[in-house]
T-cell receptor, first 119, second 111 residues
Framework: GAVVSQHPSWVICKSGTSVKIECRSLDFQATTMFWYRQFPKKSLMLMATSNEGSKATYEQGVEKDKFLINHASLTLSTLTVTSAHPEDSSFYIC???????????????FGPGTRLLVL | KQEVTQIPAALSVPEGENLVLNCSFTDSAIYNLQWFRQDPGKGLTSLLLIQSSQREQTSGRLNASLDKSSGRSTLYIAASQPGDSATYLCAAPNRDDKIIFGKGTRLHILP
Protein backbone atom coordinates (compact mmCIF):
# COMPACT_ATOMS: atom_id res chain seq x y z
CA GLY A 1 0.00 0.00 0.00
CA ALA A 2 0.99 3.60 -0.48
CA VAL A 3 2.77 5.38 2.35
CA VAL A 4 2.58 9.05 3.20
CA SER A 5 4.79 10.50 5.90
CA GLN A 6 4.66 13.78 7.78
CA HIS A 7 7.35 15.59 9.62
CA PRO A 8 7.43 16.59 12.37
CA SER A 9 4.84 14.50 14.15
CA TRP A 10 4.42 17.18 16.77
CA VAL A 11 5.74 20.66 17.32
CA ILE A 12 5.52 23.26 20.07
CA CYS A 13 6.36 26.82 19.19
CA LYS A 14 6.08 30.32 20.55
CA SER A 15 3.46 32.71 19.29
CA GLY A 16 4.71 34.72 16.34
CA THR A 17 7.06 32.11 14.95
CA SER A 18 6.60 30.19 11.70
CA VAL A 19 6.33 26.44 11.50
CA LYS A 20 6.89 24.25 8.47
CA ILE A 21 5.26 20.84 8.11
CA GLU A 22 6.39 18.39 5.44
CA CYS A 23 4.28 15.80 3.70
CA ARG A 24 5.98 13.13 1.60
CA SER A 25 4.66 10.32 -0.57
CA LEU A 26 7.21 7.58 -0.08
CA ASP A 27 6.42 5.04 -2.76
CA PHE A 28 4.42 6.86 -5.40
CA GLN A 29 4.36 10.18 -7.17
CA ALA A 30 1.64 12.41 -5.81
CA THR A 31 0.32 14.75 -8.43
CA THR A 32 -2.12 16.18 -5.92
CA MET A 33 -1.76 16.70 -2.21
CA PHE A 34 -4.35 17.88 0.25
CA TRP A 35 -4.00 19.59 3.61
CA TYR A 36 -6.59 19.12 6.33
CA ARG A 37 -7.04 20.57 9.77
CA GLN A 38 -8.74 18.83 12.64
CA PHE A 39 -9.82 20.37 15.93
CA PRO A 40 -10.32 18.16 19.00
CA LYS A 41 -13.33 15.88 18.61
CA LYS A 42 -14.15 17.43 15.27
CA SER A 43 -13.93 16.08 11.77
CA LEU A 44 -11.31 16.91 9.19
CA MET A 45 -11.72 20.16 7.30
CA LEU A 46 -10.01 20.58 3.97
CA MET A 47 -7.76 23.61 3.95
CA ALA A 48 -6.24 23.52 0.50
CA THR A 49 -5.44 21.41 -2.53
CA SER A 50 -2.06 21.57 -4.18
CA ASN A 51 -1.00 20.23 -7.55
CA GLU A 52 2.66 19.71 -8.29
CA GLY A 53 4.21 22.76 -9.86
CA SER A 54 1.22 25.07 -9.48
CA LYS A 55 -0.28 27.30 -6.83
CA ALA A 56 -2.46 25.78 -4.16
CA THR A 57 -6.21 26.22 -4.19
CA TYR A 58 -7.49 27.30 -0.80
CA GLU A 59 -10.90 26.58 0.66
CA GLN A 60 -13.16 29.43 1.63
CA GLY A 61 -12.14 30.99 4.90
CA VAL A 62 -8.54 29.74 4.81
CA GLU A 63 -5.99 32.55 4.71
CA LYS A 64 -3.47 31.83 1.97
CA ASP A 65 -0.94 34.25 3.45
CA LYS A 66 -1.25 32.54 6.79
CA PHE A 67 -0.95 28.99 5.55
CA LEU A 68 1.67 28.83 2.80
CA ILE A 69 1.62 25.68 0.73
CA ASN A 70 4.35 24.58 -1.63
CA HIS A 71 4.23 21.46 -3.80
CA ALA A 72 7.59 21.69 -5.50
CA SER A 73 8.01 18.03 -6.39
CA LEU A 74 5.90 14.95 -6.99
CA THR A 75 6.79 13.56 -3.59
CA LEU A 76 6.85 16.59 -1.30
CA SER A 77 4.43 19.27 -0.20
CA THR A 78 4.99 21.68 2.65
CA LEU A 79 2.62 23.69 4.79
CA THR A 80 4.06 26.70 6.57
CA VAL A 81 2.02 28.28 9.33
CA THR A 82 3.30 31.85 9.40
CA SER A 83 3.27 34.01 12.51
CA ALA A 84 1.55 31.26 14.45
CA HIS A 85 -0.93 32.12 17.16
CA PRO A 86 -2.51 29.91 19.83
CA GLU A 87 -5.68 29.59 17.76
CA ASP A 88 -3.59 27.87 15.08
CA SER A 89 -3.00 25.01 17.47
CA SER A 90 -4.51 21.97 15.80
CA PHE A 91 -3.87 18.61 14.20
CA TYR A 92 -2.77 18.99 10.59
CA ILE A 93 -3.09 16.03 8.25
CA CYS A 94 -1.98 15.74 4.65
CA UNK A 95 -3.05 13.30 2.01
CA UNK A 96 -1.66 12.44 -1.39
CA UNK A 97 -3.13 11.16 -4.62
CA UNK A 98 -1.69 10.43 -8.02
CA UNK A 99 0.61 8.17 -9.92
CA UNK A 100 0.33 5.95 -12.91
CA UNK A 101 -1.56 3.11 -11.30
CA UNK A 102 -5.32 3.55 -11.09
CA UNK A 103 -5.45 2.84 -7.37
CA UNK A 104 -3.16 5.77 -6.69
CA UNK A 105 -5.13 8.10 -8.94
CA UNK A 106 -8.47 7.60 -7.24
CA UNK A 107 -7.52 7.06 -3.63
CA UNK A 108 -6.18 9.56 -1.18
CA UNK A 109 -3.52 8.22 1.15
CA PHE A 110 -3.27 10.00 4.44
CA GLY A 111 -0.26 10.92 6.49
CA PRO A 112 -0.06 10.33 10.25
CA GLY A 113 -0.68 13.97 11.09
CA THR A 114 1.25 16.73 12.82
CA ARG A 115 0.11 18.14 16.11
CA LEU A 116 0.90 21.83 16.49
CA LEU A 117 0.76 23.62 19.81
CA VAL A 118 1.37 27.35 19.81
CA LEU A 119 2.13 28.84 23.19
CA LYS B 1 -23.17 20.44 -1.85
CA GLN B 2 -22.04 17.17 -0.38
CA GLU B 3 -22.81 16.66 3.29
CA VAL B 4 -21.86 13.54 5.19
CA THR B 5 -23.64 12.61 8.39
CA GLN B 6 -22.75 9.84 10.77
CA ILE B 7 -25.02 8.30 13.35
CA PRO B 8 -24.57 7.67 16.19
CA ALA B 9 -21.97 10.19 17.34
CA ALA B 10 -20.83 7.81 20.05
CA LEU B 11 -21.45 4.15 20.79
CA SER B 12 -20.49 1.81 23.62
CA VAL B 13 -21.03 -1.91 23.29
CA PRO B 14 -19.83 -4.97 25.21
CA GLU B 15 -17.01 -6.97 23.75
CA GLY B 16 -18.10 -9.68 21.35
CA GLU B 17 -21.19 -7.96 20.04
CA ASN B 18 -21.77 -7.17 16.40
CA LEU B 19 -22.45 -3.53 15.60
CA VAL B 20 -23.38 -1.22 12.75
CA LEU B 21 -22.21 2.31 12.12
CA ASN B 22 -24.26 4.47 9.79
CA CYS B 23 -23.27 7.08 7.25
CA SER B 24 -25.48 9.13 4.96
CA PHE B 25 -24.52 11.49 2.16
CA THR B 26 -26.60 14.05 0.30
CA ASP B 27 -25.09 13.90 -3.19
CA SER B 28 -25.27 10.40 -4.61
CA ALA B 29 -23.07 11.25 -7.62
CA ILE B 30 -20.03 9.72 -5.95
CA TYR B 31 -17.42 7.46 -7.50
CA ASN B 32 -16.42 5.89 -4.21
CA LEU B 33 -16.86 6.06 -0.46
CA GLN B 34 -14.31 5.35 2.22
CA TRP B 35 -14.35 4.34 5.83
CA PHE B 36 -11.44 5.33 8.05
CA ARG B 37 -10.38 4.64 11.57
CA GLN B 38 -8.73 7.24 13.75
CA ASP B 39 -7.18 6.48 17.12
CA PRO B 40 -6.87 9.36 19.63
CA GLY B 41 -4.13 11.77 18.60
CA LYS B 42 -3.31 9.76 15.50
CA GLY B 43 -3.82 10.04 11.77
CA LEU B 44 -6.26 8.17 9.60
CA THR B 45 -6.16 4.50 8.72
CA SER B 46 -8.11 3.56 5.63
CA LEU B 47 -10.35 0.58 6.37
CA LEU B 48 -12.46 0.04 3.29
CA LEU B 49 -12.94 1.73 -0.05
CA ILE B 50 -16.14 0.99 -1.95
CA GLN B 51 -16.32 1.90 -5.59
CA SER B 52 -19.62 3.28 -6.89
CA SER B 53 -20.17 0.12 -8.91
CA GLN B 54 -19.88 -2.04 -5.81
CA ARG B 55 -22.45 -2.68 -3.13
CA GLU B 56 -20.11 -3.87 -0.42
CA GLN B 57 -16.54 -4.54 0.57
CA THR B 58 -15.22 -6.87 3.22
CA SER B 59 -11.98 -6.95 5.16
CA GLY B 60 -11.73 -9.42 7.99
CA ARG B 61 -14.41 -8.63 10.55
CA LEU B 62 -15.40 -5.46 8.73
CA ASN B 63 -18.03 -5.17 6.06
CA ALA B 64 -19.05 -1.92 4.43
CA SER B 65 -22.11 -1.53 2.25
CA LEU B 66 -23.05 1.22 -0.15
CA ASP B 67 -26.50 2.18 -1.39
CA LYS B 68 -26.09 5.17 -3.68
CA SER B 69 -29.79 5.52 -4.42
CA SER B 70 -30.64 6.08 -0.78
CA GLY B 71 -27.40 7.92 0.01
CA ARG B 72 -26.35 5.52 2.71
CA SER B 73 -23.43 3.40 3.76
CA THR B 74 -23.01 1.14 6.75
CA LEU B 75 -19.95 -0.28 8.43
CA TYR B 76 -20.59 -3.60 10.11
CA ILE B 77 -18.13 -4.84 12.71
CA ALA B 78 -18.47 -8.46 13.73
CA ALA B 79 -17.43 -9.88 17.08
CA SER B 80 -16.17 -6.58 18.40
CA GLN B 81 -12.94 -6.41 20.40
CA PRO B 82 -11.54 -3.76 22.77
CA GLY B 83 -8.93 -2.98 20.13
CA ASP B 84 -11.73 -1.81 17.85
CA SER B 85 -12.26 1.21 20.11
CA ALA B 86 -11.59 4.29 17.98
CA THR B 87 -13.35 6.96 15.98
CA TYR B 88 -14.69 5.77 12.64
CA LEU B 89 -14.98 8.29 9.85
CA CYS B 90 -16.99 8.03 6.69
CA ALA B 91 -15.90 10.12 3.69
CA ALA B 92 -17.39 10.77 0.27
CA PRO B 93 -16.22 13.02 -2.56
CA ASN B 94 -18.12 16.06 -3.73
CA ARG B 95 -18.51 17.13 -7.35
CA ASP B 96 -15.22 19.04 -7.14
CA ASP B 97 -13.52 15.74 -6.32
CA LYS B 98 -12.77 16.81 -2.77
CA ILE B 99 -13.32 14.38 0.06
CA ILE B 100 -15.96 15.40 2.58
CA PHE B 101 -15.74 13.77 5.99
CA GLY B 102 -18.47 13.01 8.46
CA LYS B 103 -17.97 13.97 12.09
CA GLY B 104 -17.31 10.37 12.99
CA THR B 105 -18.64 7.82 15.42
CA ARG B 106 -16.64 7.34 18.62
CA LEU B 107 -16.77 3.65 19.37
CA HIS B 108 -15.94 2.20 22.76
CA ILE B 109 -15.85 -1.56 23.21
CA LEU B 110 -16.32 -2.54 26.82
CA PRO B 111 -14.06 -5.42 27.95
Amino acid sequence: GAVVSQHPSWVICKSGTSVKIECRSLDFQATTMFWYRQFPKKSLMLMATSNEGSKATYEQGVEKDKFLINHASLTLSTLTVTSAHPEDSSFYICSARGGREEVFRETQYFGPGTRLLVL
Amino acid sequence: KQEVTQIPAALSVPEGENLVLNCSFTDSAIYNLQWFRQDPGKGLTSLLLIQSSQREQTSGRLNASLDKSSGRSTLYIAASQPGDSATYLCAAPNRDDKIIFGKGTRLHILP
